[in-house]
C-alpha cells in the first residue's frame, strides 16, 4: 500500500523534497516552507491515502478543503502561487525517487491516486489561495474608503459648524472662525484632488503631454504659497532652468508635488522654509521640495511611502499623500526618493526623464 510505504519513508522524502526545493532557482525557497511546508504537504498526501475509500465523495471533499486551507495560509505567510506548485510537483517527484531506490514498485492505481490527488491539492490550494487574496485586498479597499469617508465627515462637519457661527453673525468672515472655514474647505480640496490621482492611476487613465517644468511650477506656487503662509511658513521658489520640458500626465505629477509640499508644510518648524527647486542632471529633471522638519529617524526613510504611514505624532491625514505621489512618478517612468539632513530636513525628489528638444519650426 503507498500510504504504508510513505509513513515507513516519510522522513526521507520530506529530506529529498526540501533538497530538490533549496536547490531551485526560482521560484526562491523559503525557510518556513522548507521547515513547515513540505511536512504538511507529505502528511496530506498520507492522511488521504489512510483513508479505506479515498474516492469517495466526503474524503474528496476533505482533501479540496484542506488545500484550499494550505493555499490561504501560504498567502498569509508570503509564499506564491509559483511556490505552491513547485512544492506538489517536488513532492511527487521525491516519491518516485525514493521508491525507485528502495526498489519498491507503485502500483497504476496508487500512482492515478497520487497524481489525481496532487492535481486537485494543486487547483483547490490556488483557488484557496486566490480567494483569500481577493479578501486581503477588499479588506484594504474597505479600510481605505473608510479612512477616506472618516476624514470627509470630519472636514464638513468643521466647515458646517464655522459657517453656522459665521452665518448667526457673532463674529466677522475675517477673524479666527472664518480661517477655521478656509482651512476645512482647503482640507475637502486637497482631499478630493488626491482621491482623483488616486482613481487615475487605479484606472490607468492618463494623457501624456510636453509640458514646460517651469508651468509647473507655477501652477502649484500660488495654493502652495497661500498654505505655507497659514502656517507660518515661507515657501522659497528658486526659477528652473530655461526651457526644460517633460512628457507626462500634468495632472499626476502636479499631485505629487502638491502632495510634497503639503508634506513639507505639515512637519516643518513654525516659521521655517520650504523650498521648491528644479534643474537638470545627466539627461533627467530633478525637482526637489526640501523642508525643516529636522530630520528622520533612522531607518524611517524606507517606510515614508508606504500607505498609511506618517512622519511623526500628527496623525491628521490618512497618511497617503506620499504613497500616491510615488505612484503618480512611477507611472509616468520617473522616480521618487527622500534624502535626510540630519538636524535640518528632507529633501524629496521627483526624477524625470528629461524630454529631447522640440523639432525647429520653419
Known amino acids: 500500500m503507498l500510504h504504508q510505504f510513505l509513513m515507513t519513508h516519510r522522513e526521507q522524502i520530506i ?3 526540501r533538497t530538490k526545493i533549496a536547490a531551485r532557482v526560482a521560484p526562491r525557497a523559503a525557510q518556513e516552507e522548507l521547515e513547515n511546508g513540505i511536512p504538511l504537504l507529505v502528511d496530506q498526501l498520507i492522511q488521504a491515502l489512510q483513508a479505506e475509500a479515498p474516492h469517495s465523495a466526503a474524503i474528496q471533499q476533505e482533501m479540496e478543503q484542506s488545500a484550499a486551507l494550505h493555499g490561504q495560509d501560504m498567502l498569509r505567510k508570503g509564499y506564491t502561487v509559483a511556490q505552491l506548485v513547485h512544492d506538489y510537483g517536488a513532492v511527487c517527484q521525491a516519491i518516485t525517487l525514493v521508491a525507485a531506490d528502495q526498489g519498491t514498485a507503485i502500483s497504476a492505481e496508487d500512482y492515478r491516486f ?11 490550494a490556488v ?3 486566490g480567494s483569500q ?7 484594504q479597499e474597505t479600510g481605505r474608503l473608510g479612512f477616506f469617508a472618516h476624514e470627509l465627515r470630519n472636514l464638513i462637519s468643521a466647515a458646517s459648524l464655522t459657517y453656522q457661527v459665521l452665518r448667526s453673525g457673532r463674529v466677522g468672515i475675517t477673524g479666527n472662525t472664518g480661517d477655521a472655514l478656509g ?5 475637502l480640496r486637497d482631499l478630493v484632488d488626491r482621491s ?4 487615475r492611476l487605479e484606472a490607468g487613465v492618463g494623457k501624456r503631454e510636453r509640458v514646460r517644468v517651469a508651468e509647473l511650477i507655477e501652477d502649484v506656487e500660488v495654493t502652495a504659497t497661500i498654505d505655507a ?6 515657501l522659497l521658489v528658486h526659477p528652473s532652468e530655461y526651457g526644460l520640458e517633460v512628457v507626462v500626465d500634468r495632472q499626476l505629477i502636479e ?3 502638491a502632495n510634497l509640499l503639503q508634506n513639507a508644510f505639515k512637519y516643518s518648524r513654525a516659521g521655517g522654509h520650504v523650498l521648491l527647486r528644479a534643474y537638470t542632471s545627466e539627461g533627467r529633471v530633478l525637482i526637489e521640495v526640501e523642508d525643516e522638519c529636522g530630520g528622520l529617524p533612522p531607518g524611517k526613510a524606507e517606510e515614508l511611502f508606504r500607505p498609511f504611514e506618517q512622519r511623526s505624532s500628527d496623525r491628521s491625514g490618512l497618511g497617503l499623500g506620499l504613497a500616491i505621489s510615488l505612484q503618480s512618478v512611477e507611472a509616468n517612468g520617473g522616480e521618487l526618493s527622500v534624502h535626510d539632513l540630519p538636524g535640518k530636513g528632507c529633501v524629496f525628489t521627483i526624477s524625470l526623464p528629461l524630454a529631447p528638444p522640440s523639432p525647429s519650426v520653419n
Open 15 to 17: 529530506a529529498l523534497t
Open 196 to 199: 482623483l490621482a488616486e482613481v
Open 114 to 124: 497520487l497524481n489525481g490527488f496532487l492535481d486537485d491539492a494543486i487547483a483547490e
Open 127 to 129: 483557488t484557496g489561495y
Open 229 to 234: 503662509e497659514e502656517r507660518g511658513l515661507q
Open 255 to 257: 499631485a505629487a508635488m
Open 183 to 187: 482651512r476645512s474647505l482647503k482640507a
Open 133 to 139: 487574496r481577493e479578501r486581503v485586498l477588499s479588506q
